[in-house]
């Protein structure tokens, strides 16, 4: 999907419903990881202190010399990220000889089969968005079955109390804010199966990429402004810009537990809780969230299983 990012920690409680109808958790929402420029350089040796049995699961150690983030990283197990973070490094990220380094411990999960990145944070409460960082993932964060992932947060990496007041407080307010109102029944649909949303060349296609990485959708590049079709006769479920990276973004509902994802428009023409019809137009085409040039991206899932839209796509 581009240069993405997640959104925020306690989304509004519409975004929420957006993502339980559409588990957006393993699309490409890239984002940036943050890498200590010494990340390559070999370390030499570490110091008996830092090195000794006593200090493995260790919540601090002394860095010894030739200690790098990332060897500390590797050594104690811990993710790149969170200990810059519970540290309050700046790049080059560079560790003195005597320096006390914090090695913040967050929950760990081991991902199972089925699930995705952002319903494991969803799970437990942790932002999508730090969890990322912490794990040193890239775009699409796809995850794999076994794999541990940090469940480190921005309330679980060192910062102060005044953080997690701060955060206590975000998830109050969001708690206070009434649910939005439910939406119709997605209409029958026509029974001729699903449109081509836009008229382009697929420039990103499904399924797994190079380095372990995945789209759940397809990226279709075309001209700035194109008219978005709804792929089907539905009812819009979310209308909006709140997540993080997608720009505008719609989400359509169809019967049988179809749902279809429009992001990166530039206009969205229709409102939450509308219904359309097959063909007609909803958006166009823009370069919203974290993409430079004009493109949908598009997806297609059937209750939270995301499918291949080449594979049910038709003419318009």
């Not at 000794?52 to 060897?71: S, W």
């Not at 079709?229 to 169809?254: C, I, M, P, S």
């Not at 939450?272 to 991206?297: E, M, Y």
């Given at each position: 999907?581009?240069?993405?990012r997640?959104?925020?920690?306690?989304?509004?409680?519409?975004v929420?419903?957006?993502?339980?109808?559409?588990?957006?958790?393993?699309?490409e929402?890239?984002?940036?990881?943050?890498?200590?420029?010494?990340?390559?350089?070999p370390s030499?040796?570490?110091?008996?202190?830092?090195s000794?049995?006593?200090?493995?699961?260790?919540?601090?150690?002394?860095?010894?010399r030739?200690?790098?983030?990332?060897?500390?990283?590797?050594?104690?197990?811990?993710?790149?990220?969170?200990?810059?973070?519970?540290?309050?490094?700046?790049?080059p990220?560079?560790?003195?000889?005597?320096?006390?380094?914090?090695?913040?411990?967050?929950?760990?999960?081991?991902?199972?089969?089925?699930?995705?990145?952002y319903?494991?944070?969803?799970?437990?409460?942790?932002?999508?968005?730090?969890?990322?960082r912490?794990n040193?993932?890239?775009?699409?964060?796809?995850?794999?079955?076994?794999?541990?992932?940090?469940?480190?947060?921005?309330?679980?990496t060192?910062?102060?109390a005044?953080?997690?007041?701060?955060?206590?407080?975000?998830?109050r307010r969001?708690r206070?804010?009434?649910?939005?109102p439910?939406?119709a029944?997605p209409p029958?649909?026509?029974g001729?199966?699903?449109?081509w949303?836009?008229?382009?060349?697929?420039?990103?296609?499904f399924?797994?990429?190079?380095?372990?990485?995945?789209?759940?959708?397809?990226?279709?590049?075309?001209?700035?402004?194109a008219?978005v079709?709804?792929a089907?006769?539905?009812?819009?479920v979310?209308?909006?810009?709140?997540l993080?990276?997608?720009?505008?973004?719609?989400l359509?509902?169809h019967?049988?537990g179809?749902?279809?994802?429009?992001?990166?428009?530039?206009?969205i023409?229709?409102?939450?809780g509308?219904?359309?019809?097959?063909?007609?137009?909803?958006?166009?085409?823009g370069?919203?969230?974290?993409?430079?040039?004009?493109?949908?991206?598009?997806?297609m899932?059937?209750?939270r299983?995301?499918?291949?839209?080449?594979?049910?796509?038709r003419g318009a």
């Amino acid at each position: 999907m581009g240069d993405n990012r997640f959104m925020m920690s306690f989304p509004p409680l519409a975004v929420c419903l957006a993502l339980m109808l559409s588990s957006c958790g393993s699309v490409e929402w890239p984002l940036p990881r943050v890498v200590p420029q010494d990340a390559n350089r070999p370390s030499a040796a570490p110091t008996k202190q830092s090195s000794a049995p006593v200090f493995v699961g260790a919540a601090a150690v002394v860095a010894g010399r030739g200690d790098t983030v990332y060897g500390l990283s590797r050594r104690h197990r811990v993710p790149v990220r969170a200990i810059i973070e519970a540290n309050r490094l700046r790049p080059p990220y560079h560790l003195n000889v005597g320096q006390r380094v914090v090695l913040p411990r967050a929950r760990q999960h081991t991902v199972k089969r089925g699930e995705t990145f952002y319903g494991i944070a969803r799970r437990y409460g942790v932002s999508p968005y730090d969890m990322a960082r912490a794990n040193g993932l890239r775009p699409p964060y796809d995850i794999k079955v076994g794999q541990k992932l940090s469940l480190a947060g921005k309330t679980a990496t060192g910062g102060k109390a005044a953080k997690t007041k701060t955060a206590v407080r975000s998830i109050r307010r969001t708690r206070t804010k009434p649910p939005p109102p439910a939406v119709a029944r997605p209409p029958a649909t026509t029974g001729k199966g699903f449109i081509w949303p836009v008229r382009g060349r697929v420039i990103s296609g499904f399924g797994a990429k190079a380095k372990g990485l995945r789209n759940d959708g397809i990226n279709i590049a075309s001209r700035r402004g194109a008219p978005v079709a709804a792929a089907e006769n539905g009812v819009v479920v979310y209308a909006g810009n709140e997540l993080r990276g997608f720009g505008n973004l719609l989400l359509v509902k169809h019967t049988g537990g179809w749902v279809t994802a429009y992001a990166h428009t530039d206009q969205i023409l229709v409102k939450r809780g509308a219904r359309v019809a097959k063909g007609q137009k909803i958006a166009t085409v823009g370069s919203t969230g974290n993409v430079k040039n004009p493109q949908l991206h598009f997806e297609m899932r059937r209750g939270r299983i995301a499918k291949d839209p080449k594979k049910h796509l038709r003419g318009a």
